[in-house]
C-alpha cells in the first residue's frame, strides 16, 4: 500500500471517530425547565458554540434566563455521579445547597445538579 493511500485511509478513520464523537456532544439544554425543588423552577440558558456542543458547560456553572446560577458541587447524569468536589471543602464553605434536575432536549439524559444556587 502507499503512503499516500495509507493517509488517506488514516484521515478517513479520524472523521468518523470525530463525527461519532460530536453527535453525543452535542446534546441541547438551552431552555430545559429545572426543578430546584423548594427553590423553584428555571429555565436552563446556554448558547451553541463553535465546538458543537453548548456553553456553558453544565458540569461547572448552570445559567438561568431569569438571572441566577448554579455552582456545581456535584453532577450526576442519569442517577450516575459524574463529579463532586472535595467533600472537607464543601464542609468548609458552609453554605446552603440545592438540588435542581432537568432534561436535556437530545437525547433526553436526566441531570441532576447539586450546587450552590445564587439566584437574582
Given amino acids: 500500500m502507499s503512503m499516500q493511500k495509507a493517509a488517506v485511509g488514516l484521515a478517513a478513520s479520524a472523521l468518523v471517530m470525530l463525527g461519532s464523537f460530536a453527535q ?36 461547572y456553572v448552570v445559567l438561568f434566563e431569569e438571572g441566577g446560577a448554579l455552582s ?11 463529579w463532586s468536589a472535595a467533600d472537607t471543602g464543601r464542609a468548609k464553605n458552609n453554605v446552603t445547597e440545592a438540588t435542581c434536575s432537568f432534561r436535556n432536549a437530545d437525547p433526553g439524559e436526566l441531570f441532576t445538579v447539586v450546587g450552590v444556587l445564587t439566584a437574582k
Avoid: M, R, W
Wanted: with cysteine.
Fill in 72 to 82: 456545581v458541587q456535584q453532577l450526576y447524569v442519569e442517577g450516575q455521579l459524574v
Fill in 24 to 59: 453525543s456532544a452535542g446534546a441541547t439544554h438551552a431552555g430545559a425547565i429545572a426543578d430546584c425543588g423548594s427553590a423553584g423552577t428555571f429555565t436552563v440558558k446556554a448558547q451553541d458554540n463553535g465546538a458543537g456542543t453548548q456553553s456553558p458547560d453544565p458540569g
